[in-house]
């Protein structure tokens, strides 16, 4: 079973549309992270949040917002009025305490947002 | 710029042929990570340095497959008698430990083609 799925492969909004990008992850542990990171047509990852498991806390960042529910393992994925800027793939990944004590991220397979003008 | 660097950004080469890949790093960050993307997935974890010490690899890193990272500082990737499954993106990202628990920065990759 995947750790991190992102059930959605690609979607296609027009622009000013709010969009939502699911995450589900699977984990035992108890402490872990969990991560957004936005990969446009460039081709480098960006940074966007990290969220901690003792903090459920949802969080706003200007147009994005994230929506954390340990109950449901969710860790979605919020874009109000969505640009083309906003075009690009977005990865959410889980790191959690390896065998050798690191933390390493477990990365999904990515959603493909396509914002049209 | 003080992000992380990558070179050769591109990378042809034929089947058999051996490919050497270097990754500098943001300059203070002590922690170092090699990752392989290929289309339609999300980066796969190959190794791990902080300082010079690679304290941690993959399943995914054959023994064809070597990383160092010297003097702590810039990291090489070598790929020994590539093949055409090697064809991917390689990406490297680095943290500090004081930057929070793995909050990493990735550079822009290179991306290598077998032929």
């Known amino acids: 079973a995947q750790k991190v799925t992102q059930a959605q492969t690609e979607i296609s909004v027009v622009e000013k549309e709010d969009v939502t990008l699911d995450c589900v992850y699977e984990?035992?542990?108890?402490?872990?992270?969990l991560f957004w990171y936005k990969q446009p047509p460039s081709g480098e990852l960006v940074f966007l949040i990290r969220?901690?498991?003792?903090?459920?806390q949802n969080e706003i960042s200007g147009r994005y917002s994230w929506n954390f529910q340990k109950s449901t393992s969710s860790f979605n994925f919020t874009i109000t009025a969505s640009q083309v800027v906003d075009s690009a793939v977005y990865f959410c990944a889980l790191s959690e305490r390896r065998a050798g004590g690191s933390y390493i991220p477990t990365f999904g397979r990515g959603t493909s947002l396509i914002v049209h003008p | 710029d003080t992000g992380v660097s990558q070179n050769p950004r591109h990378k042809i080469t034929k089947r058999g042929q051996n490919v050497t890949f270097r990754c500098d790093p943001i300059s203070e960050h002590n922690r170092l990570y090699w990752y392989r993307q290929t289309l339609g997935q999300g980066p796969e974890f190959l190794t791990y340095?902080?300082?010079?010490?690679?304290?941690?690899k993959s399943r995914l890193l054959s023994d064809r497959f070597s990383a160092e990272r010297p003097k702590g500082s810039f990291s090489t990737l070598e790929i020994q008698r590539t093949e055409q499954g090697d064809s991917a993106m390689y990406l490297c990202?680095?943290?500090?430990?004081?930057?929070?628990?793995?909050?990493?920065?990735f550079g822009p990759g290179t991306r290598l083609t077998v032929l």
């Open positions: 969220r901690n498991s003792f903090d459920e």
């Open positions: 340095f902080q300082n010079e010490a690679q304290l941690e």
């Open positions: 984990t035992r542990d108890t402490t872990y992270y």
């Open positions: 990202a680095s943290s500090a430990r004081t930057s929070g628990h793995n909050e990493q920065f």
